[in-house]
């Protein structure tokens, strides 16, 4: 628990900390000066007494005379350092941390992320650059994708061909690359080819450099699907010679990426691989993947045929569960464990086997009840190749891996959650650093504490550390400046919240534009004139430009409605729509009141909703509204366009806050859906109201 007190001062404690980082005995005193005159001492302590703390735990208390650090295990120091240095604060050119006494622990033994370096390449550096910054913020694994079709990323000596020939590929249009002649060109062909691939002592520095950091990496080798590299290295992984590239199936193209489950060949060589695997990585746990399998050439290779003839094996799903068993045998044997998607349900799970849960929740929760142990990555929640506005911060502060509705055996059973990051459109690492801070830092924080903080809590913290972090990943995504409302009165004063970075000026517009670099610096405070609408953003020196934050001067009053009823009015609209549209220009094809703003209708696709009626106020106060939607949504309350989600995308939230009288306010909320998903949302919280869908009680029309 902090508590407030005095300010203890140490001059250059970074450096300290630094040199101690290593420390492995049972204690270790480093003495500074301050500057001043006084001496101060930096005191790590490993004490078995603190069983209390777990693994990771750790007590920091700073005080006058100086820091103590004292934990289980080395990684409970190291963590106590990361803490530390989130306290310190620059004054008068001198660092200072708050005299403090916290006993800390984490709630999650799997705090990850995983990163694709298949579709994109990362050399060794960004690697290593990744891995500084999330030890800062104690994650603790580090899954590596290193094997699907855009290439093979690991030596294997036994197979020189995987890297000669399976880790290059020319691009053809700079970012995820079309397979049109499915095949690879070897290295050195041209000038033009795209690729790269760790030599094995390269990956066993890696390896070193994130133990030093208290990461464990878990490689990902993917099988037997996802394995186009492999397969144009090896044809005779495939199935069936006649069964290569070319061959053409009713509804299309065969990708020709799955390993034969019918061949001893095939395992052979997965064996080979993973002993190369296991002798680079000391991780207890494998990834192998197991996901997205066509089993189309399966189902016509005599040898899988044979295969499952001989294990009676009903179907394809269960050979890829009898694929997955055999690897496991042989990772067991080993004295590991292997993970894979949550496709290797599918079939029968492995006695052993760890799952991973990318398509939403659902494998997860079947592998706890079988008793297997889970980790959760939901693509709607924890995918971070996602753009920030797809997945926001609130979002992902609202995750919870193993919530206590779910009960205490699920809890038992799920070891963590990670964010995960594919790189199809990410090249490079100025993008990474863009998905991934500050967003992991959201992701630490549900995985470290069983605490739940709110939103603006969250941001108020990260502003202080924004600077600092801008300046070890300046390719960060820059969040948008906040104002406590986002519809004020007309006339009212009001201050934003922003990080004070340097190099970036907070500037803002009147007129609907975007602020640039030309756009007048925001002064303290602003005052709105009716109808206006602000919008702000930092902006670099060199034009670079933050997310916008806006905020309305609008009389927001509520109007005499009398003879309401419950529900909202709705109107559905069949029609292919880009944003949403005029509905009074439309002829809909269903209508009907409703108690809920939600999806209506059994439309699937190319489809117009209109929801219009009166949001009702009992309780006067401050009000927050969140429409999230899969495409595009505009909500309007009182006369003003409140929230504004319009556009083609995925599912995205908006959020606004307001203050708000008792009373009726005319409520409107239009939606369209183009293709591939459909989602509408519309919460709320507010006095004594946590967040929400709108409750029926506040609909009428």
């Known amino acids: 628990m902090v508590w407030k007190g005095s300010v203890a001062t140490f001059s250059g404690l970074r450096v300290l900390a630094d040199r101690a980082l290593g420390n492995e005995r049972k204690e270790a005193i480093a003495i500074v000066g301050d500057g001043h005159g006084a001496l101060h001492s930096l005191r790590l302590k490993l004490q078995t007494t603190l069983s209390d703390l777990g693994e990771e735990g750790y007590r920091l208390k700073v005080d006058r005379s100086g820091v103590t650090i004292s934990a289980r295990k080395a990684a409970g120091v190291f963590y106590g350092l990361q803490t530390l240095r989130q306290l310190e604060s620059v004054e008068h050119g001198r660092i200072t941390v708050p005299c403090v006494d916290i006993a800390d622990k984490p709630r999650f033994a799997w705090r990850g992320n995983m990163l694709d370096v298949s579709r994109h390449f990362f050399p060794k550096k960004d690697i290593e650059h990744f891995l500084d910054l999330l030890s800062q913020y104690k994650i603790n694994t580090f899954h590596w994708h290193l094997v699907d079709d855009g290439g093979w990323r690991l030596q294997i000596r036994k197979y020189p061909k995987l890297t000669e020939v399976g880790a290059w590929r020319l691009p053809s249009d700079g970012t995820f690359p079309e397979y049109s002649g499915l095949t690879f060109p070897g290295a050195g062909e041209s000038q033009k080819q795209y690729g790269g691939f760790y030599t094995q002592e390269d990956a066993r520095e890696i390896v070193r450099y994130a133990a030093s950091r208290h990461i464990n990496i878990v490689p990902e080798i993917e099988m037997p699907g996802h394995n186009l590299a492999a397969t144009m290295s090896y044809p005779w992984l495939i199935c069936d010679p006649k069964l290569q590239p070319g061959f053409l199936k009713a509804e299309g193209f065969v990708f020709p990426n799955i390993f034969c489950a019918g061949k001893e060949s095939t395992f052979k060589f997965v064996e080979d691989v993973l002993d190369e695997v296991?002798?680079?990585?000391?991780?207890?746990?494998?990834?192998?993947?197991?996901?997205?399998?066509?089993?189309?050439?399966?189902?016509?290779?005599?040898?899988?045929?044979?295969?499952?003839?001989?294990?009676?094996?009903?179907?394809?799903?269960?050979?890829?569960?009898?694929?997955?068993?055999?690897?496991?045998?042989?990772?067991?044997?080993?004295?590991?464990?292997?993970?894979?998607?949550?496709?290797?349900?599918?079939?029968?799970?492995?006695?052993?086997?760890?799952?991973?849960?990318?398509?939403?929740?659902?494998?997860?929760?079947?592998?706890?009840?079988?008793?297997?142990?889970?980790?959760?990555?939901?693509?709607?929640?924890?995918?971070?190749?996602?753009?920030?506005?797809?997945?926001?911060?609130?979002?992902?502060?609202?995750?919870?891996?193993?919530?206590?509705?779910?009960?205490?055996?699920?809890?038992?059973?799920?070891?963590?959650?990670?964010?995960?990051?594919?790189?199809?459109?990410?090249?490079?690492?100025?993008?990474?650093?863009?998905?991934?801070?500050?967003r992991i830092l959201a992701m630490s924080?549900?995985?470290?504490?069983?605490?739940?903080?709110?939103?603006?809590?969250?941001?108020?913290?990260?502003?202080?550390?924004?600077?600092?972090?801008?300046?070890?990943?300046?390719?960060?995504?820059?969040?948008?400046?906040?104002?406590?409302?986002?519809?004020?009165?007309?006339?009212?004063?009001?201050?934003?919240?922003?990080?004070?970075?340097?190099?970036?000026?907070?500037?803002?517009?009147t007129d609907g534009s975007l602020p640039d670099h030309l756009s007048k610096p925001v002064p303290e405070p602003m005052i709105a004139t009716s109808g206006e609408r602000i919008t702000a953003a930092l902006v670099g020196d060199k034009g670079r430009r933050g997310d916008t934050g806006s905020v309305s001067a609008w009389d927001m009053e509520p109007v005499v409605a009398d003879s309401i009823s419950p529900g909202l009015r709705y109107r559905?609209?069949?029609?292919?729509?880009?944003?949403?549209?005029?509905?009074?220009?439309?002829?809909?094809?269903?209508?009907?009141?409703?108690?809920?703003?939600?999806?209506?209708?059994?439309?699937?696709?190319?489809?117009?909703?209109?929801?219009?009626?009166?949001?009702?106020i009992n309780h006067p106060g401050r009000y927050t509204f969140l429409c999230g939607s899969d495409d595009g949504s505009v909500v309007w309350l009182g006369g003003l366009k409140m929230l504004d989600n319009d556009g083609s995308h995925g599912m995205l939230f908006r959020s606004v806050t307001l203050d708000l009288k008792a009373g009726a306010y005319p409520l409107k909320l239009g939606y369209f859906q183009q293709t591939e998903g459909a989602g509408l949302s519309f919460e709320v919280s507010g006095p004594g109201m946590p967040r929400q869908p709108v409750p029926p009680p506040m609909l009428y029309h």
């Open 572 to 616: 559905l609209y069949a029609g292919y729509f880009r944003t949403v549209p005029d509905f009074a220009s439309l002829t809909s094809i269903q209508d009907g009141t409703t108690g809920q703003i939600k999806l209506m209708g059994d439309l699937k696709e190319h489809f117009a909703l209109e929801f219009d009626g009166y949001l009702v």
């Open 278 to 438: 296991m002798a680079i990585f000391p991780s207890r746990v494998i990834h192998i993947g197991g996901d997205e399998v066509d089993k189309y050439l399966w189902e016509r290779c005599d040898d899988c045929k044979a295969t499952m003839k001989r294990e009676h094996l009903a179907n394809s799903a269960q050979l890829e569960s009898y694929f997955v068993r055999r690897v496991e045998k042989y990772v067991n044997a080993h004295g590991r464990h292997i993970i894979g998607w949550d496709e290797i349900l599918e079939g029968g799970l492995a006695p052993n086997a760890y799952v991973m849960s990318w398509r939403g929740e659902a494998g997860g929760i079947e592998a706890s009840k079988q008793h297997h142990f889970v980790v959760m990555t939901p693509w709607d929640q924890c995918y971070f190749d996602h753009s920030n506005l797809e997945l926001p911060i609130d979002v992902i502060l609202g995750y919870d891996p193993a919530p206590p509705s779910r009960g205490k055996e699920m809890a038992r059973f799920v070891m963590g959650a990670q964010a995960s990051i594919w790189t199809e459109t990410l090249p490079d690492r100025r993008h990474i650093e863009d998905r991934l801070f500050p």
């Open 445 to 509: 924080e549900i995985l470290w504490t069983n605490r739940r903080e709110s939103t603006a809590s969250f941001l108020d913290r990260l502003d202080r550390h924004l600077p600092t972090l801008y300046s070890n990943a300046p390719g960060l995504h820059l969040p948008a400046p906040r104002a406590d409302l986002q519809v004020v009165a007309p006339g009212t004063g009001f201050n934003w919240h922003y990080p004070n970075i340097r190099g970036f000026t907070l500037r803002y517009t």
